[in-house]
Nanobody
Framework: VQLQASGGGLVQAGGSLRLSCAASGRTLSSYAKGWFRQAPGKEREFVAAISWSGGSTDYADSVKGRFTISRDNAKNTVYLQMNSLKPEDTAVYYC????????????????WGQGTQVTVSS
């Protein structure tokens, strides 16, 4: 099963983007999903996560109040609405799945797909 992230692009600071993460093949609707990002020379970091039902969400402190994660299990898709973007949000954004719910580290997730580049200009 591949998780394909899309929707990235170049945007000015203060702008918005909406990322999508679609699963191909077997549905992963019964798994929690997470968004991570990785900037050049930096480690992959957690951004946001949503439980399989959508009833629980979690965010990194750096994006709270600006980013919103949601999911549509009927479409097998997870979204990340990013508002008030800052240059420090520039990174490749990845989505992945996990079983259960807990600390959001990259090793807790699987089915990493190719990311989508987000570039925020100042």
């Amino acid at each position: 099963v591949q998780l394909q992230a899309s929707g990235g692009g170049l945007v000015q600071a203060g702008g918005s983007l909406r990322l999508s993460c679609a699963a191909s093949g077997r549905t992963l609707s019964s798994y929690a999903k997470g968004w991570f990002r990785q900037a050049p020379g930096k480690e992959r970091e957690f951004v946001a996560a949503i439980s399989w039902s959508g009833g629980s969400t979690d965010y990194a402190d750096s994006v709270k109040g600006r980013f919103t994660i949601s999911r549509d299990n009927a479409k097998n898709t997870v979204y990340l609405q990013m508002n008030s973007l800052k240059p420090e949000d520039t990174a490749v954004y990845y989505c992945a799945a996990r079983a259960g719910w807990g600390r959001h580290t990259p090793v807790s997730y699987f089915n990493w797909g190719q990311g989508t580049q987000v570039t925020v200009s100042s």
